[in-house]
């Protein structure tokens, strides 16, 4: 007796069924079309009305109004948005990094040249001729220091221990130019230099000084520029398939639901992004180590290390120098002349001639308005300033990529029932993995294969180690130099193309400290000192010992 009603029912169910089916079949897929060509996408083979979904690969399976050619062009779009959502994120501290290496960079480089005309222009006025006949001493000295730091093989030691030497021999021979002076005499004048000290503590002052303010000033610039090359190599993302995929569910799966306008849930979009950008992550270490290096280096660099402080007055100092030297050149004179022997006198053509004759006036230096300005008519201070609040700015930056990408309401919906959660709309349940490669392996939307880190991020990854490292010793006075190798890509800018493997230098200043030690040699130095052989068999020993572990 059920048998009438159980098939009135069936019936019935069957009916309402096929007009549901009916319905979802015949929806308009007019709003995918708008937002296609909005896009910029042609309409060719776009749906009016939904199609069954078996050949999607990536999105909903069911009725759609997406084709297999639409899907394939959407995942394209999806890799170009994500591209372009990590430029826009990484664009402020891209900009920070490559416009103050520039402005760095032509501050000194204009510091240098300004310190060479400041130079140059008072030595004319004061020395005339003596300084004319002579200037290729001051010259190869400026030029020796801007080679070093446009990143140049240069040991500023050397570069300053002969340039004293050099000014020496001159003075010795202006000094004393009723005398003749033979290579091998002018030779033995600058080997008592250090003993003697003709231009009293200039040199040791200086030298220290310049040292390591150019130590901080090379050191730092460079490290802007390899700021600049590693924020913009990482800025440019390497998309793996798995992230492709999940970029495509997430911005374009609702177009081929029918709901173009629908934006991902926001812990949704932080899952994708943390997936997909698992690996930059992972560079947050190390560049937050760099970016305390930077600001270590730059409080150097506003104080005792601070090179505007040391070459505009350079000028002023290398003159109290050979005052010294004219000061005592009679004692200095008379000691060469013990030491190296009685030079022979001149022809008759060449009469004596004073210390007064010579050097005939006092030099005086600029006054504060007539110095030169220097790159910009700023000062080094307020570059500085500038400069660490931006680095500080910039710690962290990669690891919060998906939360500036996520934070913005053209990507994610603030409402979170109202929102695409990777299947329809409404909340989006699953946990917020943390950060980094290792943290992805429960990754509910991206598939990552954490054993395999891209190897691309590794390189940038030694590339800030041995920039730290190098600003680390800058910042303690010290110099590491990078070899410069053909085989390395480098960016423009001074003190480009650096290998990972650094070589250090002797190029450590001395103490600021008073010499206690005494000037003359004491009669037992010679017995401490180790024989010639055996000082050759310790060098062979110690090449040896270099080319084993090479």
């Known amino acids: 007796m059920w048998k009438t009603p159980v098939v009135v029912f069936t019936s019935l169910s069957l009916l309402l069924s096929l007009s549901c089916a009916g319905d979802v079949k015949s929806r308009s897929c007019s709003d995918v079309r708008q937002a296609f060509t909005t896009k910029g996408f042609s309409l060719h083979n776009v749906p009016h009305q939904e199609i069954q979904g078996e050949h999607l690969r990536v999105c909903s399976q069911g009725y759609t109004c997406c084709t297999s050619d639409m899907e394939d062009r959407l995942g394209q779009q999806s890799k170009l948005d994500f591209e372009k959502l990590v430029d826009e994120s990484s664009h402020t501290i891209r900009t920070v990094f490559t416009s103050r290496h520039k402005k760095f960079d032509e501050f000194f480089l204009e510091l240098l040249d300004n310190s060479e005309k400041s130079l140059n222009d008072m030595f004319v006025r004061t020395y005339g001729k003596l300084f004319t006949h002579n200037s290729e001493i001051f010259e190869d000295l400026f030029s020796e220091l801007k080679r070093y730091y446009t990143g140049g093989n240069v040991n500023l030691e050397e570069v300053l221990n002969d340039f004293w030497s050099r000014l020496l021999e001159r003075m010795f021979q202006l000094l004393n130019s009723q005398y003749t002076f033979t290579d091998?005499?002018?030779?033995?004048?600058?080997?008592?230099?250090?003993?003697?000290?003709?231009?009293?503590?200039?040199?040791?002052?200086?030298?220290?000084?310049?040292?390591?303010?150019?130590?901080?000033?090379?050191?730092?610039?460079?490290?802007?520029?390899?700021?600049?090359?590693?924020?913009?190599?990482?800025?440019?993302?390497?998309?793996?398939?798995?992230?492709?995929?999940?970029?495509?569910?997430?911005?374009?799966?609702?177009?081929?639901?029918?709901?173009?306008?629908?934006?991902?849930?926001?812990?949704?979009?932080?899952?994708?992004?943390?997936?997909?950008?698992?690996?930059?992550?992972?560079?947050?270490?190390?560049?937050?180590?760099?970016?305390?290096?930077?600001?270590?280096?730059?409080?150097?660099?506003?104080?005792?290390?601070?090179?505007?402080?040391?070459?505009?007055?350079i000028d002023v100092k290398i003159s109290e120098a050979i005052m010294t030297m004219q000061d005592n050149s009679i004692q200095v004179s008379s000691k060469v002349f013990q030491g190296c022997g009685h030079p022979k006198p001149a022809g008759m053509g060449r009469s004596a001639r004073g210390i007064s004759d010579v050097f005939n006036s006092r030099f005086k230096p600029y006054s504060p308005e007539e110095r030169p300005t220097t790159a910009a008519g700023t000062s080094l201070d307020r570059l500085v300033i500038d400069i660490k609040d931006r680095l500080k700015e910039s710690k962290r930056i990669w690891s919060s990529l998906p939360d500036s990408i996520c934070a913005e309401n053209t990507v994610t919906d603030p409402d979170e029932e109202q929102c695409w959660n990777s299947h329809t709309k409404g909340r989006y349940f699953p946990e917020v993995v943390k950060d980094g490669l290792t943290n992805q392996l429960n990754n509910p939307e991206v598939e990552v294969d954490i054993t395999r880190p891209d190897t691309f991020i590794r390189q940038q990854i030694m590339t800030l180690r041995v920039m730290t490292n190098k600003l680390r010793n800058a910042y303690n006075g010290k110099d590491v130099y990078f070899q410069d190798s053909s085989d390395e890509e480098s960016g423009s800018g001074s003190g480009s193309g650096f290998t990972t493997e650094p070589e250090v230098i002797h190029t450590e200043p001395p103490m600021l400290e008073a010499d206690k030690s005494d000037p003359q040699p004491t009669a037992g130095a010679g017995h401490r000192q180790k024989p010639p052989l055996q000082s050759l068999v310790s060098v062979l020993a110690l090449t040896a010992l270099v080319l084993c572990w090479r």
């Open 184 to 313: 091998d005499y002018l030779e033995c004048i600058s080997k008592y230099t250090d003993q003697l000290k003709p231009f009293g503590d200039v040199p040791r002052k200086l030298k220290a000084q310049v040292t390591k303010a150019f130590i901080a000033a090379r050191s730092f610039v460079q490290g802007l520029m390899v700021g600049r090359e590693v924020a913009n190599r990482v800025a440019k993302v390497n998309i793996s398939p798995g992230c492709s995929k999940a970029l495509t569910k997430m911005l374009f799966c609702p177009y081929c639901g029918g709901m173009p306008g629908l934006r991902p849930c926001a812990n949704y979009c932080q899952n994708v992004m943390r997936g997909c950008l698992a690996n930059q992550a992972d560079l947050d270490p190390e560049w937050n180590l760099f970016i305390d290096a930077m600001l270590l280096v730059a409080d150097r660099l506003a104080g005792p290390f601070n090179i505007e402080a040391v070459m505009e007055p």
